[in-house]
């Protein structure tokens, strides 16, 4: 099941599905205030009932809080493929723009069209990016 | 025949004649705690709302949205579990939505007038430094809502405390408008920190509890982080005004009612509407 504001991540792929067990889903937002959280919610209900799955419960959890560290390695690829710059592991700097590789980046803003991004700008191509913000 | 259920006793009923009421005060005290930190939340995020098409800049419009979305993520987990702890059927929405102005519990800061960009910028660094501190504190709360929003808020906390630090610096070190302004808005805002690190009745017993943090114990920790910004942009620190205090026991200025009715209009005139 893909994210609602960024559909070609699963919620899998994003970290937001904590656990799966026969009887529950236990999910978890990824900002406070993420407004896609109940989005999230209804589809997997939609999907569980269609898999004929309908008494499985659906619980939210805040503890442990989301990370992108969460992200998969095929999530962050997907991400750079759509042209969302990845979020950079803890402690490097180095922001790569994911339309031509360069290295040669700066912040234009410190939010984009989500909480979860901050929007590039990619001084080789002139491109702008989103940033997925490291969290 | 089935039986009747049982005749609710109330809380701290002992159901000997004797009356133990611990339990009502603990709650009492957790009601208030959460209520504080909601209505915090709540009311700098609806004042953030307000910039929504009027910001300088789309990139700066994007900014206060979403720190605004990140305070009023924090008041419904708040506000929800206040209204738990209270147990009389309320929900995050009745008290956001159906309460009058005695009843909130915010400080004042929040509640100020946004004015211009830089008397907001000064308002989130003076609320966002001091509200890091703190959830930095209650991510060790005894209670496990409070500590879970705590430790999952902070991080967004931090990052609007780097945002509002580097308008007030830019703005500071800018040039002589950007400079007089944010002057200004930090004389508007300044008079409103002392309420930030009151301890009251109600916050000492949360933090002997452990539900809630001694607000003093980073007092300096505030301060210097404050001067350090202030100093990076070329600002003084405005002097110490008598300040105003009272928030947290429903004493508020003019300016709330006004953001109560612009906020609550909606569900008030039409009760359970939805869309």
Same mark, same amino acid.
């Given at each position: ?35 896609? *959280?109940?989005?999230?919610? *209804? ?23 989301? *990370?992108t ?42 939010f ?17 990016f989103?940033l997925?913000?490291?969290? | ?11 701290g ?18 009601? !208030?705690?959460?209520l504080?930190?909601? #209505? ?15 910001? +300088? ?5 994007l900014?206060?949205?979403? %720190?605004?979305l990140d ?31 005695? #009843? ?11 004015? #211009? ?11 966002s ?31 609007h ?15 002589? !408008? ?10 508007? %805002?300044w008079r409103?920190? +002392?309420?930030?690190?009151e %301890?009251?009745?109600?916050?000492? !017993? ?11 114990a ?21 002097? #110490? ?35």
């Amino acid at each position: 099941m893909l994210d609602p504001e960024i559909p070609i991540v699963s919620i899998v792929d994003l970290g937001i599905v904590r656990d799966v067990s026969a009887d529950r889903v236990l999910l978890t937002p990824t900002y406070t205030g993420c407004p896609a *959280t109940l989005v999230i919610e *209804t589809m997997v209900r939609a999907a569980l009932d269609e898999a004929g799955f309908g008494d499985v419960a659906i619980e939210t959890t805040l503890s442990p809080p989301w *990370t992108t560290d969460w992200i998969t390695e095929s999530g962050k690829a997907k991400l750079k493929a759509y042209g969302i710059a990845p979020p950079t592991p803890a402690g490097t700097h180095a922001v790569e723009c994911p339309q031509c590789g360069s290295t040669a980046t700066e912040e234009i803003s410190r939010f984009g069209s989500t909480p979860c991004k901050a929007q590039w700008r990619c001084r080789d191509c002139l491109e702008p990016f989103d940033l997925f913000k490291c969290h | 025949m089935a039986s009747l259920p049982p005749i609710d006793v109330p809380t701290g009923a002992t159901g000997k004649g004797a009356f133990d009421s611990s339990a009502e005060e603990a709650r009492s005290v957790l009601f !208030e705690t959460l209520l504080r930190l909601g #209505d915090d939340s709540l009311i700098l995020g609806q004042r953030l709302g307000e910039w929504c098409g009027h910001a +300088p800049s789309v990139e700066v419009d994007l900014s206060l949205a979403n %720190m605004g979305l990140d305070l009023i993520g924090q008041a419904t987990h708040f506000l929800n579990a206040a209204g738990a702890a209270e147990g009389r059927g309320r929900d995050g929405d009745a008290l956001a939505f159906h309460r009058d102005v005695l #009843d909130f519990r915010n400080c004042w800061l929040v509640e100020q007038p946004n004015g #211009d960009f830089a008397q907001t910028m000064a308002r989130q660094l003076l609320f966002s430094t001091w509200q890091q501190l703190l959830f930095e504190r209650l991510t060790a709360s005894t209670d496990e809502t409070i500590a879970a929003v705590a430790a999952k808020a902070v991080k967004e906390v931090t990052y609007h405390a780097e945002l509002a630090s580097e308008w007030v610096i830019r703005l500071g070190d800018g040039t002589e !408008e950007s400079r007089r302004r944010m002057q200004d808005g930090l004389d508007w %805002m300044w008079r409103f920190v +002392p309420e930030l690190f009151e %301890m009251d009745a109600v916050a000492t !017993e949360a933090a002997a509890r452990g539900i809630g943090a001694d607000v003093v114990a980073f007092r300096a920790d505030y301060d210097a982080r404050i001067a350090a910004v202030l100093a990076e942009a070329t600002l003084a620190a405005p002097k #110490d005004q008598r300040p105003i205090l009272g928030g947290r026991r429903g004493h508020h200025g003019e300016h709330l009612g006004h953001l109560l009715a612009v906020m609550q209009f909606l569900p008030r005139t039409y009760p359970d509407a939805t869309w």
